[in-house]
């Protein structure tokens, strides 16, 4: 089960009460106090584990609490303090304050760990409160109580690709063609019901992360469908692939304006990513009626035919290619990096497809 938000309550540990003791040794008279200190309640933390991918297996929890520290004891020992309870989380968690909705924690990295309550500290013992005027205390501190947070916690995945387009354009059938995801697929619309990440190998050495969400539709920013529910999902993608079914009953014009409307409602940041078009199911579609259509497309988005393919796209149909021949490797982030037609059931333009992903991706790591 896929499950990215999620709200619980976290206590740290209360400390743990000082002691109350007095020396009792053979032929030592009035051997005074020497109770011990109690021991410091656990700290809760947060600790980010690439081996987890969802939140799931806090589904049906609602309160953490870490382990108090032990009280002290006698001839002036520490009571032992609790060890620190670690929330483990996948790359890609925001924690938040449930109540105020303050961002508390954006955790990305592998490893990471950061501190989010300190546990109490331990009570002192009676040995603490011997004085000239009191060679005898009877009393001790208690330990501090722990401190208690209600958080909540949103996963958006960390890809750096990630796939834009209506419901049954052929997203997830891309995905499991390219990568080691293996998402339904079937001839109907929703068939994504959530988001799925797929690594794809370009080389021996080099590969990429693909994520791909449920489909976009009209109205998506405002709840329609279940785009709001996932477009975060792709907030934290180093990239765009549009993808543009060219057999629609829907019109490319339609298509491709919706995405980017509904995008940058969502988030304007968003909008700004760098991005490429893939037009889908070249396949079922004749020659005539492929050009025809692609002229269409590239005449929308303001482009022209490249003539030769630094990718290796097929040049039996017409595609688009940013010129980057001058010093500066620059691209214009206004117009798509490429626009190639593809097939992933014939497997047409997917291998140079890849291969142009990965260079869009280098780009903006550069």
């Not at 890609?92 to 990295?109: H, I, K, P, Y």
């Amino acid at each position: 089960m896929f499950v990215d938000q999620i709200e619980l309550e976290l206590s740290s540990g209360k400390g743990g009460a000082g002691c109350v003791a007095f020396r009792r040794e053979k032929f030592v008279t009035n051997g005074g106090p020497n109770g011990g200190d109690g021991g410091r309640g656990g700290d809760v933390w947060f600790r980010v584990d690439n081996n987890t991918h969802t939140l799931a297996h806090y589904h049906g929890k609602h309160k953490l609490v870490a382990e108090n520290g032990r009280p002290g004891l006698g001839s002036n020992m520490t009571g032992k303090s609790a060890p620190k309870l670690f929330v483990i989380v996948p790359p890609g968690t925001q924690v938040f304050d449930a109540e105020s909705g303050e961002l508390l924690m954006d955790l990305v990295r592998e490893g990471q760990e950061q501190q989010l309550l300190q546990g109490g500290k331990g009570g002192l013992g009676n040995t603490h409160f011997k004085s000239s005027t009191n060679q005898r205390p009877t009393y001790a501190q208690p330990g501090e109580p722990g401190e208690t947070r209600r958080v909540r916690l949103e996963l958006k995945l960390i890809a750096d690709v990630g796939l834009v387009g209506f419901p049954n354009v052929g997203k997830s059938t891309l995905i499991s063609t390219v990568s080691n995801a293996t998402p339904e697929i079937a001839n109907y619309e929703f068939t994504t019901l959530t988001p799925k990440l797929g690594q794809v190998r370009v080389s021996d050495f080099e590969s990429f992360v693909m994520a791909d969400i449920p489909g976009i539709i009209d109205g998506a920013s405002e709840g329609r469908g279940l785009g709001l529910q996932f477009l975060r999902h792709i907030e934290r993608t180093k990239t765009l692939l549009f993808m543009i079914d060219l057999a629609s009953y829907m019109t490319m014009t339609y298509q491709y304006e919706t995405l980017q409307q509904e995008l940058e409602r969502f988030s304007e940041l968003l909008a700004t990513r760098a991005f490429a078009i893939a037009l889908t199911r070249v396949d079922a579609l004749s020659k005539e009626e492929a050009e025809e259509k692609i002229a269409e497309m590239m005449k929308l988005v303001g482009v022209k035919p490249s003539q030769h393919s630094r990718f290796g796209f097929d040049d039996s149909l017409p595609f688009y290619e940013q010129d980057l021949s001058d010093e500066t490797q620059q691209f214009d982030r206004e117009k798509p990096f490429f626009m190639a037609a593809i097939s992933s059931v014939a497997h047409e333009n997917i291998k140079p497809l890849n291969f142009a992903l990965h260079t869009l991706i280098g780009m903006e790591q550069a």
